[in-house]
């Protein structure tokens, strides 16, 4: 990752992921009408994904629309939106309120200066201009989450002993540790190769993993994690 990521993390830890700014921010429904245009795409969303009855799983992250929240330059410009994250075309689409027709959807500008919210989860831009989740934001090290989708076509039986698949979507997701510097390396779930990126500190990161029984796959176990980390 380079130094624009890393700098624009540490402005999120500091304003603590911007929590607060979007709870206490009089942004109301009707102000969110005179919004849109800042911070949509005109026009239908461009979207490529199969979303038939009879594919398995999804292209987004969470099948429904949930409420949500744009920031444009650190500041919320629209609160309590309806916002879905379309993981494959990797982008975010967004409507005034949940009984908003889908016709009336449109796609969040995909821009450094824009970041959503959806519920208490953060993302924002990198340079290599796909999304990532703010897990964790800390003056030495910060925790990223990359979502991803493979879209896997039907396959029909050919034969008596062959079973027919249908089209699919696979979930994938990578964290990444980001240093102060801007540098990133894939943080592993193996406790034995995450256990080396923490330097000298390994045997205190060690210790901390097993007296509280850290898992490296869930995501609140590694904000405590990262927490003790950049104490430390």
Same mark, same amino acid.
């Not at 949509?40 to 594919?55: C, F, K, L, P």
């Not at 990532?132 to 910060?142: F, L, M, N, P, R």
């Given at each position: ?6 700098? !624009? ?10 929590? @607060?700014?979007?709870?206490? $921010?009089?942004?109301?429904? &009707? ?10 795409? *005109?026009?239908?969303?461009? +979207?490529?994904?199969?979303? !038939?009855? +009879? ?10 629309? /949930?409420?949500?929240?744009?920031? @444009? ?6 609160? &309590?939106? $309806? ?28 821009? =450094? ?7 208490? @989860? %953060? ?9 990532? @989740? ?5 003056? =030495? ?11 896997? +076509? /039907?396959?029909?039986?050919? *034969?008596?002993? *062959? /079973? *027919?698949?249908? $089209? ?11 240093? $102060?510097?801007? &540098? ?5 779930? !193996? ?8 330097? +000298? ?23 405590? %994690? ?7």
């Amino acid at each position: 990752m380079k130094r624009y990521l890393a700098l !624009s993390i540490l402005l999120i830890s500091a304003s603590g992921l911007y929590a @607060q700014a979007v709870s206490t $921010a009089e942004v109301t429904s &009707n102000s969110n009408y005179t919004r849109m245009s800042s911070v949509y795409v *005109t026009g239908a969303v461009d +979207e490529n994904i199969d979303d !038939s009855d +009879e594919v398995k799983g999804s292209a987004y992250l969470y099948p429904n629309y /949930r409420l949500g929240a744009i920031l @444009q330059n650190d500041k919320v410009v629209a609160q &309590n939106i $309806a916002i879905k994250y379309n993981v494959y075309n990797d982008l975010f689409k967004g409507k005034v309120n949940i009984g908003t027709p889908e016709d009336e959807a449109h796609q969040i500008i995909k821009s =450094k200066e824009f970041k959503v919210r959806i519920g208490d @989860q %953060l993302f924002m831009l990198g340079n290599d201009n796909t999304y990532y @989740q703010v897990i964790y934001a800390g003056d =030495k090290a910060s925790l990223l989450k990359k979502h991803s989708k493979t879209y896997y +076509e /039907r396959i029909q039986a050919t *034969t008596s002993l *062959t /079973r *027919t698949s249908p $089209a699919r979507y696979k979930d994938k997701s990578v964290y990444y540790m980001v240093d $102060a510097d801007g &540098n990133y390396k894939e943080f592993p779930t !193996s406790k034995k190769k995450a256990l080396k990126l923490f330097g +000298e500190q390994q045997g205190a990161i060690k210790k901390f993993i097993k007296e509280n029984k850290i898992k490296l796959s869930d995501d609140e176990d590694l904000k405590k %994690l990262f927490e003790y980390y950049n104490s430390l």
